[in-house]
């Protein structure tokens, strides 16, 4: 499938980073306090090494690897009708929700996506929600926005 003609901003492959350099120090906290009972409890070895395994094979992947992909197979489309979101590169997810069934739209924005000035907006139904992460904080501004008033226009159709 081709991407939408919208993609997510190439910044959020550094908050992606950032976010596998937090994993990574909570991932090595959690191997050393296995260590510990490891040692003083005599616990299996082989499990202390099959994490330490598993953190050095899927951190670098991790960061040099999926948010590249992550971003890149990320879009999203808008018309007065409904907002289509894509994302996924062997698994394609691709959704399509109607204006009709907006019920409300918040900006979230953490202090990485902040330094960056980037936000991930979100759209609730009455069934689920769908987000859309690394948006500039004045284009997700916008879409809030712009989905707003076709949500609204929507409810005075029904």
Not at 56 to 81: A, W
């Amino acid at each position: 499938m081709q991407p939408l003609e919208n993609e997510i901003h190439p910044d959020m492959v550094k908050v992606w980073k950032a976010r596998v350099v937090m994993e990574l120090g909570i991932s090595v906290l959690v191997i050393l306090a296995y260590l510990f009972f490891m040692i003083k409890f005599n616990w299996w070895a082989w499990l202390f090494y099959v994490l330490i395994g598993l953190t050095v094979v899927y951190t670098p992947l991790d960061y040099f690897v999926f948010p590249k992909i992550r971003q890149r197979y990320y879009s999203y489309r808008l018309n007065e009708e409904e907002l289509e979101i894509q994302h996924g590169m062997f698994t394609v997810k691709r959704v399509l929700v109607p204006m009709i069934r907006v019920q409300h739209v918040t900006i979230e924005q953490g202090p990485i996506m902040r330094k960056y000035d980037l936000a991930e907006l979100q759209i609730s139904t009455a069934a689920t929600s769908h987000s859309i992460p690394g948006l500039k904080m004045r284009e997700a501004e916008q879409l809030k926005r712009q989905i707003g008033e076709l949500a609204k226009v929507s409810d005075e159709d029904v």
